[in-house]
């Protein structure tokens, strides 16, 4: 009885090991800088390919020593940790959200969904920082 517990609990495992799977992220745009900018506050000009209100106070900035990422999502403040990788992947985590009720017009929601699925970044210049998903779609698009 135990060696069959113990073959099915081995064969589940084996299972839910295999039916896992990496995502293959795309290589950063030729030519475009992968050094993350740390103590810059960005702006978000684009998400999703839409133009962003110039008058928004969403903005995002990174802080090198603890690797801690902070903003405002145009409602609420937010704070997390960010992971870079080599060639420009990055991926967020422990993301939170101050949650204060925002009446009107703002950008919060597509903006932190965006985050959750960031992949990829690529510096273009000194002032252009994008954000990609795993398909190397461009979600989110900031300038100084």
């Known amino acids: 009885m135990k060696r069959i517990l ?26 475009a800088d992968t050094s993350l900018p740390v103590d810059t506050r960005w702006r978000p000009v684009a998400l999703y390919g839409e133009p962003v ?12 020593e603890d690797h801690r ?19 420009g992947e990055i991926r967020f985590s422990q993301m939170v959200f101050t949650r204060k009720m925002c009446l009107g017009q703002n950008i919060e929601d597509t ?20 954000f990609y998903d795993d398909a190397g779609t461009e979600l989110v698009r900031f300038g100084k």
Do not use: Q, W
């Open 53 to 64: 209100a110039d008058d928004t106070e969403a903005f995002i900035t990174f802080s090198a």
């Open 111 to 130: 903006f932190s969904a965006a985050l959750t699925a960031v992949a990829r970044y690529a510096l273009h210049g000194s002032d252009t920082l994008v």
């Open 6 to 31: 113990l073959t099915a609990m081995c064969t589940a495992a084996l299972l839910a090991a295999g039916s896992c799977r990496t995502a293959r992220t795309p290589r950063a745009n030729p030519g």
């Open 69 to 87: 990422v902070a903003g405002h999502g145009g409602c609420n403040l937010f704070t997390g940790t960010y992971h870079p990788g080599k060639d």
